[in-house]
């Protein structure tokens, strides 16, 4: 196997999952940018908070039936709770980098409050995806190697099951207690 194959496999996953958010992050990023924008005359801080409230809705469905909908959640409310709470900071990254632009006297050009939301855009999509899949949908467990069918035979192999009882009956599971009183 080449060597871009095996790096692939590796990180197969991840890299499905990035696509997939980012493609949802295009849409939210949208939302937000248009939102932002339409309502800007009714104050930047509060353009960019229900902006970002309507894309955190949006895509909110987008990450959990399609981006990460192969991950466990705790649960539904727990899961769009965080999933809220974790936008709420990717909005105080917003907050930051349009206060940035107050402190150098750059806060009321409209040019430079776009150029703060592409910043606060990039940082805020590093965390959330990064919190997404720490916090809210977990990466399922990978199966442990072999299964629970080749049990006697590994029993066997290490002498707690007679050959005959190992290889032979497959109800084995299922009768534990008379094959015990049996030997």
Not at 3 to 20: D, N, P, T, V
Not at 166 to 175: C, F, L, Q, V, Y
Request: glycine share 10%; hydrophobic share 45%.
């Amino acid at each position: 196997m080449s060597s871009i194959r095996k790096l692939y496999a590796r990180f197969r996953q991840l890299i499905h999952e990035g696509f997939k958010f980012m493609l949802i992050g295009v849409v939210g990023a949208i939302v937000t940018f248009g939102a932002a924008n339409a309502l800007h005359s009714i104050g930047k801080y509060k353009a960019i908070t229900i902006a970002t409230i309507l894309a955190t809705a949006i895509t909110y469905l987008g990450n959990r039936y399609w981006t990460f909908r192969h991950r466990q959640g705790k649960g539904m409310t727990r899961d769009s709770t965080m999933f809220f709470v974790l936008n709420g900071v990717g909005l105080l990254i917003y907050y930051g980098c349009i206060g940035l632009l107050d402190v150098a006297g750059l806060g009321h050009d409209l040019a430079w409050y776009n150029v703060a939301l592409v910043v606060g855009t990039a940082l805020g999509t590093l965390f959330r995806f990064w919190s997404y899949r720490k916090w809210i949908w977990l990466a399922t467990p990978a199966p442990i190697a072999g299964s629970h069918e080749d049990l006697p035979e590994k029993l066997t192999a290490v002498g707690v099951l007679s050959v005959t009882q190992g290889s032979a009956d497959r109800n084995w599971p299922h009768e534990p207690a008379e094959r015990l009183r049996e030997s």
